[in-house]
Every structure is written in structure tokens, then in C-alpha cells.
């Protein structure tokens, strides 16, 4: 049959379309197969070709290309048929009634990594907020979430295990009337820490205001009296005591829960409650006969708190009876430096020096600790290390270091990230004394030669230098104070030099820190009745200072010194350990005493023909030694004085057995020298004369007084002196 033209034209075109097509194919064939020997990229493109050919072909392949699953299959991996009815939810998604969507550039997500994410990201907002608002704060360095306030809302289990939950509302504390409302973004945080609310300005500022502790229908109940010992103290009297305690003292070692009440503080932890009532009867005048009557009971208290089931509340109350020590029992030995080692024991023993595995330390399976709670661990364990390193230095021993109690390299940093940056300069500068004691120790400290006084001077200069990067960090007057108390601790060092002391410098630059540090407790003194509330470390902190004063006065007044200065700064340290004192026979009191016959005295720090004796004769105790040394001068001259004045011969007094006439003072001191005992104290004793005032102030200088000053802690070895004394 033959074809019409117009058949024969659109045969004839379509053959010419199939023969070049089928000519492009074999074309693009043979260029895929030359591309794939020269490049392997050319090959994937030309075989996506050939796929996209085919699904051309076959409409069912395009089809499968289709499907796409919601973004909630997606997430769980479920299969999904929402391909099938592109407009209604898929099966799974109906039954759960949820939204079906589907989405592109949806991505699964790895749900714990983003939810540490979140976490990590609102840990560092609330650094960030916290950082903002504590100007806020400045006025209540008190008004703060503590453990203390979270542990008594638990039962004895949860103590046990030493677990730290978020408070209830009702727990939060209310602030004075007189500052400023807390805001709605800081109420709803957990408990903070207290950066930047320590020590900012801590004791100079006017003391604040009168804190109201009752604030909640929790606190409408009466205080009800409590006895210690068979003295009652009246419940008037305990609440006066506890805003006492949060007005004056809870602003140099904020670790207590202001928002809770003293029958609270009783229920969680009598020994804690006790402490409190005896640091805040130092200054409490309405009934002074507290602080006597109760300080024995509450150092029993202390020593039986190891066996605690409460650890947490137990290494609070140690902290303030290290802080604010009592003054020495005359029928006991002084265990103060005991408890502080006790102290960190117990706080290491339940875990507070690695916050992140505390729960590893329980006897119960707890939950890891959140962040909130690795705060409060941190802020606590910083202050025990406060307090145990001050403690061995006021005692005279050598303690150890922060990173010798911790079990990495990289612990010290981080614990340094989570606390306050007061607590950051403090922990510094007392970890900076124990290194640099430790390396003093290393290098001698007996008969030092002319190359181990080179070698000490660049020991003590190497740290002095770490101490100016701390200067250059911290700018408040109180850190400015623990900065140069930490220098004038590495400076006295100098004191054990003999021959090379006055030809390197260093006595201007120890003349220098002694003042700066007499200047701020002056400044402090500024304030009625604030130096009463100071604790331990400014006391000691201006005991060393005044005593380096007096050895420079006494020795070198033939340097280039200023010491018109000196002087004057001297008379005002004697002037402000008065008002420390609390009681006749507590540190600050006695060491007025010994300073004010030292300074009128013509023998002391002097030889037998006049000549001076700038040899230490203490040299073990380390940064105690200048002031053990000058216990000892007063000793030499006002000790036979008394024994031949007051006590007849062959008679005991306290309990002291009979003193040889020869040597009144050899037969119940055990650290008199060699060199001491060929010295002829009765002489002395016989030679010179007091008035009536000088007696009535030596009945005083008991062999109590004296162990006060560890006397009865040495030996005769440790105090082997350098040079010849007669």
C-alpha cells in the first residue's frame, strides 16, 4: 500500500530522530567509555545521564524517587507512608496525633548531645547574668542559697549521702529592709554561687543593717532556750545572737543560710548551732559571761563531730571555730590546729574535693551532682583549704599544697572557674606561703651558709615576683590586704639570713609590707567594734607585722630605713590588738603585753656585753618563728623576774612542780638552748627591778601563757642558735 506524501514526510523525519538519537547515544557511549579511562568524575556524570534516560522510560522508578517520610518517622527511624497521600498525615503520625511534616533540610539529631549543648548553654547565661547583677548584691553579701538551708529539708539518709536538691521556695531568705529586693530572673535561678558577693569589700564597710529572721509562717514558731554544760542560755538571747552573728561576722565567711531560723539551725546540727552562739558572744555585750562559760562545751562538741552523721553541717561549724578560735583553756591543750586537720578529713572523706564524682564518696547510689551542686561543694572545699593552710601557718607548720590534695593537674583550674574570685586570690596566696615554706625547708634552715643565704634570697625572690602578678589581678582593698599579708609571710623568711640580710634590699621592702599590712587593719579599725569580729588570719596578720617592726627597730636603725614609719606603725599595731582583744588571756591580749615590755626593754635582741644579736634563735617554725623568737627575748628577761617575785621557793603553783633556784626557768621548759643555758638568768633576775604595774602584769605570764605560743611543742634540738651568744 502506498504511502501519502505527508505519511512519507513524517516517516522519513521520525527515522532521522531515531537514527540521531540513536547516533547522540552511541556518541555519548563511546565518550563515556574514553572518560571513564581518563577521569572517574567524567564517568559518574555521564552514568547520572543514563539514569535520568531511564527513569524517563519508566514512570514506576520515578515513583519510588518520590517517596519522602515526615520529619518525626525521620527522627525514630519508622517507616512512613505519607508518600502515599501527600495531603493527609502519614499512619504513625495520625495515631499519634501529631503534626506530620516533611521537610527537606531536615537533619536527625543526636538528643543527648543536644541537650548538653542546651545545658552548656545555660550554665554560661547564668554566669553571665550572675556576673551582671552581683553589683546588686553588694549590700547583703549574706542573702545566699547554701547547703546549709537545703539539708535540713531532707531526712538523715539524704544527709548521710550528703545529697545537696533544690530548696523549696519557702527556704529563700529575705533580705533586709533596708536593701534592695531580689529580682524575679534571680529568685528562679538554683542556688548561685556567691562570686563576686565575697569579699568585695567585706569588713570595710559600716556593718549592715538589722537583719530580720523571721519572715515566714515556718518562722512564726518561738525560739526555744537551749543548755550546753549546765549554762541555759534564754531564747531572747539566742535570737539577739544569731543577727548578731549574720550583721558582723557572716560577711568574712559567708557559708550559712540567713533565711533560716536558730530552732532550724538546732534541728539540722546542734554542734553548728553552738558554734554560731559562740563566735557571735564574742561581741555580744549584753551578757559577756558567754563566751567563758561556753567555749570549753563547744570544743568538746568539736571533737566529738568527727562522729557525725551530718558531715556537712559538721565542717561548718569547724570552719567558724577556725576562723574565730576561743581563747586557750589553762587545763587543756589547744587542739585548734587538731580540728583543722579533722576538718579537711572529713570534708575529703565525703567527697567535697572533687565535686564532679562527690556521689562516688556516698554510702547511698545518688544521682551525679548537677552544676549548682559542684558550686556549692567547690565554694566549701575552697574554704577548708583556707582555713586548714592558715591554721598550720599561725601554728608554724608546714601544710600542704592545693595540688597535693587533688587528684589531677587540672583540678586546681577548674575549682578556680567555679568559685569566687575572692576565694580565688585567698586560695593563691596562702597555696603561694606553703610552696615557698616548703622550698625554705628544702634549702635549710639551720647554720645557713653564705651560698644557702644566695640561695634563699633567690628562693624568696622568684616568689615575691608571683606575688606581684597576683597585684596586677586584683585591685579591692581586701585583696590588696591578702596580697601584702602573703608578702610580708615570704619576706620574714629574710630574718632567718645573718650575714647577707641588710646588703640584698630586703628590709625596706619588709619594712613596707609590715605597714601596708597594719594600714588596712587600722582602716578596718575605722568602724567601732569591727575589729572584734576579725578573724584568725588579720589577727595574725598583724602580730607578724607588728613583731618584724620591732626586730627592724630594734637591730638595723643604722640603714637607710624609714623608720619614722615604722615606728608609728608599730605603736598603732599595739593599739589595735587592744580593741581585737576579747579576753584577758587570748592572743591579741598577750601580745600587747609582750610588745609593750619588748619595746622599753635594753636586753632584748641584744648579747650579754651590748652588741646586737640579729641571729633568729627560733629557726623550725617558719613563718611563726620571728614572733616565737620574740616570745623568747621576753621571756629571758621577765621570766626569772617572776619566778623569783612571786613564787616562794619549793612551792608548785598550778600545778607546777618546784623551779630550781639556779635556773628558775630550765625545770619546766623543755626548749631552752645549749647556748641559753649557760646564760645566767639568775643574775638578771636578782640585777633588775619592776614597779608594782610590771608585777601585777607578769602574775599573768604563766607557763599557760606561755605554751599559748607552742612552747611546749618543740624540742631542744630545733633551737640551735646560729652564732654565739655569750
Known amino acids: 500500500?502506498?504511502?501519502?506524501?505527508?505519511?512519507?514526510?513524517?516517516?522519513?523525519?521520525?527515522?532521522?530522530?531515531?537514527?540521531?538519537?540513536?547516533?547522540?547515544?552511541?556518541?555519548?557511549?563511546?565518550?563515556?567509555?574514553?572518560?571513564?579511562?581518563?577521569?572517574?568524575?567524567?564517568?559518574?556524570?555521564?552514568?547520572?545521564?543514563?539514569?535520568?534516560?531511564?527513569?524517563?522510560?519508566?514512570?514506576?522508578?520515578?515513583?519510588?524517587?518520590?517517596?519522602?517520610?515526615?520529619?518525626?518517622?525521620?527522627?525514630?527511624?519508622?517507616?512512613?507512608?505519607?508518600?502515599?497521600?501527600?495531603?493527609?498525615?502519614?499512619?504513625?503520625?495520625?495515631?499519634?496525633?501529631?503534626?506530620?511534616?516533611?521537610?527537606?533540610?531536615?537533619?536527625?539529631?543526636?538528643?543527648?548531645?543536644?541537650?548538653?549543648?542546651?545545658?552548656?548553654?545555660a550554665n554560661e547565661l547564668r554566669r553571665q547574668l550572675q556576673a551582671v547583677q552581683a553589683p546588686t548584691h553588694h549590700a547583703s553579701p549574706i542573702a545566699m542559697l547554701t547547703a546549709a538551708a537545703e539539708m535540713g529539708v531532707h531526712s538523715a539518709s539524704s544527709e548521710l549521702a550528703?545529697?545537696?536538691?533544690?530548696?523549696?521556695?519557702?527556704?529563700?531568705?529575705?533580705?533586709?529592709?533596708?536593701?534592695?529586693?531580689?529580682?524575679?530572673?534571680?529568685?528562679?535561678?538554683?542556688?548561685?554561687s556567691y562570686a563576686q558577693q565575697l569579699l568585695s569589700s567585706a569588713g570595710l564597710e559600716e556593718p549592715l543593717g538589722q537583719v530580720d529572721i523571721e519572715s515566714d509562717d515556718r518562722r512564726l514558731e518561738p525560739t526555744v532556750p537551749r543548755t550546753l554544760n549546765n549554762v541555759t542560755v534564754k531564747a531572747a538571747e539566742i535570737d539577739d545572737l544569731?543577727?548578731?552573728?549574720?550583721?558582723?561576722?557572716?560577711?568574712?565567711?559567708?557559708?550559712?543560710?540567713?533565711?533560716l531560723t536558730p530552732n532550724a539551725y538546732y534541728t539540722q546540727s546542734p554542734f553548728l548551732f553552738w558554734a554560731v552562739i559562740g563566735v557571735a558572744c564574742r561581741?555580744?555585750?549584753?551578757?559577756?559571761?558567754?563566751?567563758?562559760?561556753?567555749?570549753?562545751?563547744?570544743?568538746?562538741?568539736?571533737?566529738?563531730?568527727?562522729?557525725?552523721?551530718t558531715p556537712w553541717h559538721t565542717v561548718q561549724g569547724l570552719l567558724l571555730l577556725l576562723t574565730w578560735p576561743f581563747a586557750k583553756d589553762k587545763t587543756r591543750s589547744d587542739v585548734m590546729f587538731t580540728l583543722s586537720g579533722m576538718m579537711l578529713h572529713i570534708a575529703m572523706q565525703n567527697g567535697t574535693h572533687i565535686p564532679m564524682s562527690s556521689h562516688e564518696f556516698s554510702r547511698f547510689k545518688t544521682p551525679a551532682p548537677s552544676e549548682a551542686d559542684m558550686i556549692r561543694r567547690s565554694e566549701l572545699w575552697a574554704h577548708c583549704v583556707i582555713a586548714y593552710q592558715n591554721s598550720c601557718i599561725v601554728k608554724g607548720q608546714l601544710a600542704r599544697t592545693l595540688n597535693d590534695m587533688h587528684q589531677e593537674l587540672g583540678q586546681s583550674h577548674r575549682l578556680f572557674q567555679r568559685i569566687a574570685p575572692g576565694l580565688v586570690l585567698k586560695l593563691k596566696c596562702l597555696d603561694l606561703v606553703t610552696r615557698c615554706s616548703a622550698a625554705v625547708v628544702e634549702n635549710g634552715v639551720r647554720n645557713l651558709s653564705l651560698e644557702q643565704e644566695r640561695s634563699?634570697?633567690?628562693?624568696?625572690?622568684?616568689?615575691?615576683?608571683?606575688?606581684?602578678?597576683?597585684?596586677?589581678?586584683?585591685?579591692?582593698?581586701?585583696?590588696?590586704?591578702?596580697?601584702?599579708?602573703?608578702?610580708?609571710?615570704?619576706?620574714?623568711?629574710?630574718?632567718?639570713?645573718?650575714?647577707?640580710?641588710?646588703?640584698?634590699?630586703?628590709?625596706?621592702?619588709?619594712?613596707?609590707?609590715?605597714?601596708?599590712?597594719?594600714?588596712f587593719v587600722q582602716s578596718l579599725g575605722q568602724t567601732p567594734g569591727r575589729l572584734v569580729t576579725t578573724p584568725i588570719q588579720i589577727n595574725f596578720g598583724l602580730l607578724l607585722a607588728s613583731v618584724s617592726?620591732?626586730?627592724?627597730?630594734?637591730?638595723?636603725?643604722?640603714?637607710?630605713?624609714?623608720?619614722?614609719?615604722?615606728?608609728?606603725?608599730?605603736?598603732a599595731g599595739i593599739n589595735l590588738a587592744k580593741e581585737m582583744s576579747v579576753q584577758q588571756n587570748d592572743t591579741a591580749a598577750k601580745a600587747v603585753f609582750i610588745l609593750n615590755q619588748l619595746w622599753n626593754s635594753t636586753k632584748a635582741y641584744r648579747k650579754p656585753d651590748g652588741s646586737a644579736y640579729t641571729s633568729l634563735r627560733v629557726r623550725g617554725r617558719l613563718v611563726l618563728s620571728p614572733v616565737l623568737d620574740a616570745v623568747w627575748w621576753w621571756r629571758d628577761e621577765n621570766e626569772p623576774q617572776y619566778r623569783t617575785m612571786y613564787l616562794p621557793q619549793g612551792e608548785a603553783a598550778d600545778g607546777i612542780p618546784p623551779i630550781p633556784e639556779t635556773h628558775p626557768a630550765q625545770a619546766d621548759d623543755p626548749v631552752i638552748s645549749g647556748a641559753e643555758n649557760n646564760h645566767n638568768h639568775s643574775s638578771a633576775a636578782t640585777s633588775t627591778m619592776v614597779n608594782s604595774a610590771e608585777r601585777q602584769d607578769s602574775a599573768r605570764a604563766d607557763d599557760h601563757f606561755l605554751a599559748d605560743f607552742e612552747w611546749a611543742l618543740c624540742e631542744d634540738e630545733f633551737f640551735l642558735p646560729t652564732g654565739p651568744y655569750t
Open 549 to 571: 617592726l620591732l626586730r627592724i627597730l630594734k637591730l638595723y636603725t643604722s640603714c637607710d630605713l624609714d623608720l619614722e614609719r615604722a615606728r608609728a606603725s608599730f605603736f
Open 1 to 121: 500500500m502506498a504511502l501519502s506524501p505527508t505519511a512519507q514526510t513524517s516517516t522519513r523525519s521520525s527515522s532521522r530522530q531515531s537514527n540521531r538519537h540513536r547516533e547522540e547515544y552511541q556518541g555519548e557511549s563511546s565518550f563515556t567509555l574514553s572518560v571513564q579511562e581518563q577521569n572517574a568524575e567524567s564517568l559518574l556524570r555521564c552514568s547520572r545521564y543514563m539514569r535520568m534516560i531511564a527513569d524517563e522510560m519508566d514512570p514506576q522508578s520515578s515513583l519510588k524517587r518520590a517517596k519522602k517520610a515526615c520529619t518525626e518517622c525521620r527522627q525514630q527511624k519508622h517507616k512512613c507512608d505519607a508518600y502515599l497521600n501527600p495531603d493527609q498525615p502519614c499512619t504513625r503520625c495520625r495515631k499519634s496525633q501529631i503534626k506530620c511534616v516533611i521537610s527537606d533540610p531536615f537533619r536527625r539529631e543526636h538528643k543527648r548531645q543536644r541537650r548538653a549543648e542546651l545545658e552548656h548553654e
Open 456 to 519: 634563699l634570697d633567690i628562693i624568696l625572690r622568684t616568689y615575691e615576683s608571683q606575688i606581684a602578678d597576683l597585684e596586677s589581678q586584683f585591685t579591692s582593698a581586701v585583696d590588696r590586704f591578702h596580697v601584702a599579708l602573703c608578702r610580708l609571710s615570704i619576706l620574714v623568711f629574710h630574718f632567718y639570713k645573718t650575714e647577707t640580710l641588710s646588703s640584698t634590699g630586703s628590709l625596706p621592702r619588709l619594712l613596707a609590707a609590715a605597714c601596708r599590712v597594719i594600714d
Open 162 to 192: 550528703l545529697s545537696l536538691p533544690t530548696p523549696p521556695a519557702p527556704a529563700l531568705p529575705t533580705p533586709p529592709a533596708s536593701g534592695p529586693s531580689p529580682s524575679c530572673a534571680t529568685a528562679a535561678l538554683p542556688v548561685p
Open 283 to 309: 561581741s555580744y555585750p549584753k551578757n559577756p559571761t558567754l563566751l567563758t562559760a561556753l567555749s570549753r562545751g563547744i570544743v568538746e562538741m568539736a571533737l566529738l563531730s568527727a562522729l557525725s552523721t
Open 242 to 259: 544569731f543577727q548578731v552573728f549574720f550583721r558582723e561576722y557572716s560577711q568574712f565567711l559567708p557559708i550559712l543560710d540567713i533565711g
